[in-house]
């Protein structure tokens, strides 16, 4: 390298003898250094890298083809708020959370597994087409050949961009051949949309799996109620306690009538005719039918094997029954709620544009690559050289 003093010494000199100027014999072997110094580091920092990108971009770099796919997932349309809620709520698309979450799977370590267990991923990066720094696994077969070096690979042939303000994806797929970079991209959408479907199952067992706990509940309840009372029926030997209770009831109403009726004969016989031998007779049938009226009655609420604290239990457990199948009822309107809303809120992977079979590579960038080689390190050189030209003339100052 050299100094900007240096440099004007030996501009001096050489005007110096077309002005007749004498020159120092040391002056010329000083510049002749000095353009050996130069293209030393100049063929080292610019010229060197950038022929060995042009051996590789234009002599070595295997054409890769783009299959393109452009898609979004469909979701419902949330309800719109009204008032502060419409200024506070987001402005973001539908489903465009959903679209991000496929995104990050068509990038993920899973999506790769199962490339490589459907259509050998392996097979399709490491094509003899490829060159041997681009292809898997590595160079001239050397490199790792484990799963994170795949998963690497596939992160050079594969991405995922998605614009934000429609949601819509674009997966871009490269390969060495075009019938591969169609075929990976199929196969990533298939993928995508068993995810898409797995979420939907996921969400919809989600939203019925309480609501059919809960009638199953209640349909184990109202067994174990039918078969209570079907026991108590048989310990009671009757049907059902309500109807049970109307013949006594009915008979006790028909002895009631008959002792009324004969009390209003005793009572004319008694104005009438005080002496007669009937008097006796009717009183003895009174009290006759007195006790049997109180053996009915006895019978209907008397003691614990009454028909009154039967039909109690009976009514108990009859109206827990009701209640339980009320309670089934609206269960099952709930869990039909609950499967219509859950088909309602159904997520949808839309492909917009198929997977296309390319017919010309479109990569490598091959100029473009030069170029950016090119220049980064002509940048490179010329902050150097001002670097050294700097600290030189603060050293010689």
Known sequence: MFQFRNVRRYQSAAVGPAAGV????????????????????????????TLLSAVYFFGIASDQYLSEVRFLVRAPAK??????????GSSSVPGIEDTYAVSDYIMSRDAVSKLDASIDLRALLGR????????????????????????????RFV???IDSQSGIATLDVRAYRPEDAQKIARTLMASSEQLVNALNDRAHNDAVATFQREADTA????????????TYRIQQNMLDPKSASTGPLELVAKLISQQTAAQ???????????????????????????QSIEDERAKITGSN????????EYERLNVELNLDEKALSSAFTSLESARLEAQRQQLYLET?????????????????????VTMCCLLVYGISWLLVASVREHASA
């Not at 017919?359 to 091959?366: A, C, I, M, T």
């Open 22 to 49: 004498r020159v120092r014999p040391g002056t010329l072997g000083q510049m002749a250094r000095l353009r050996g110094a130069i293209n030393i580091w100049f063929w080292a920092i610019v010229g060197l890298p």
């Open 79 to 88: 309800t719109q708020l009204g008032g502060l809620g419409a200024l506070l």
């Open 128 to 155: 003899s087409e490829g060159d041997p720094l681009s292809r898997f696994p590595g160079v001239l077969g050397l490199g790792r050949g484990d799963f994170e070096a795949l998963y690497k690979a596939y992160q």
């Open 159 to 161: 991405w995922v961009d």
């Open 219 to 230: 349909q184990k309840h109202i067994e174990a109620v039918q078969t209570q009372l079907t």
């Open 264 to 290: 209003t004969q005793l009572a004319d016989l008694a104005k009438n005719s005080p002496h007669s031998p009937q008097i006796p007779l009717i009183k003895t049938r009174i009290a006759s039918l007195g």
């Open 305 to 312: 094997n009454s028909v009154a604290t039967a039909q109690s």
């Open 352 to 372: 917009i544009v198929q997977a296309n079979l390319p017919d010309y590579p479109l990569y490598p960038k091959r100029m473009v690559w030069f170029l950016v």
